[in-house]
């Protein structure tokens, strides 16, 4: 497709399961970015890909939260034992080159733990 | 750590009126600024970037923002609002050099009054 696309768009899970979030990048982009988005928080800078390097998990809130790209395109968020303060809408975005690039976003999944 | 500040959560105008939304980030080395517009159901879109040169850039739909680098600030401005303008506005910053993570705001919703 030509644009970022995320799967599935709406996650209901039950507390204490693992969930999987997937991210399809925009074909070449080299940089890609994963988001939180609370109501009233902005967005929460959870993890960054670029290229081959060492990605940048600063974000990450704890270690329930991982996240992978295979071969430098798919990437897959996994939140472990999920608790209710998970539920927000999680961003992915990709960008064609550091920094001076604008990121492509998805249209988000929504994660609602009950 | 960089930050962005965004000083208006909620603005409510009526159509017509002037617009300035505030952003101030904190990082003092050379950066890359931008805006984002989420409009309701939309993904995430660039409005306008801010790298070098005239500080004064101009965006999409008639908005622009200016890069003050003594007030660390990149306000975004419109003169004349419409009623279509209603949407979340995030303001955005990542570092020139380096990391070129890109950490937002937490971002200002407009309401426009028609």
């Known amino acids: 497709g030509a644009g970022v696309s995320q799967s599935p768009s709406n996650k209901v899970t039950e507390k204490g399961k693992d969930v999987e979030l997937r991210c399809d990048p925009i074909?070449?982009?080299?940089?890609l970015y994963w988001y939180r988005q609370s109501l009233g928080q902005g967005l929460e800078f959870l993890i960054y890909?670029?290229?081959?390097?060492?990605?940048?998990k600063s974000g990450l809130p704890s270690d329930r939260f991982s996240a992978e790209r295979t071969g430098g395109s798919v990437s897959t968020l996994t939140i472990q034992r999920t608790q209710q303060e998970d539920s927000a809408v999680y961003l992915c975005?990709?960008?064609?080159?550091?920094?001076?690039?604008?990121?492509?976003f998805g249209q988000g999944t929504r994660l609602t733990v009950v | 750590a960089q930050s962005v500040s965004q000083h208006n959560h909620h603005v409510i105008l009526s159509e017509a009126a002037s617009l300035e939304l505030g952003c101030n980030y904190s990082?003092?080395?050379?950066?890359?600024l931008f805006w984002y517009v989420q409009y309701p159901g939309q993904h995430l879109q660039l409005l306008l970037k801010?790298?070098?040169?005239?500080?004064l850039v101009k965006g999409i739909k008639g908005f622009e923002a200016e890069f003050i680098k003594s007030k660390f600030s990149f306000n975004l401005r419109k003169p004349s609002v419409q009623w279509s303008d209603t949407a979340e506005y995030f303001c955005?910053?990542?570092?020139?050099?380096?990391?070129?993570?890109?950490?937002f705001g937490a971002g200002t919703r407009l309401f426009v009054k028609a």
């Open positions: 975005a990709s960008s064609p080159d550091r920094g001076r690039n604008e990121a492509f």
């Open positions: 074909s070449g982009h080299t940089a």
């Open positions: 890909f670029q290229g081959n390097s060492a990605p940048d």
């Open positions: 990082y003092g080395g050379t950066v890359n």
């Open positions: 801010y790298f070098s040169g005239d500080p």
């Open positions: 955005a910053v990542n570092e020139g050099t380096g990391g070129f993570k890109t950490i």
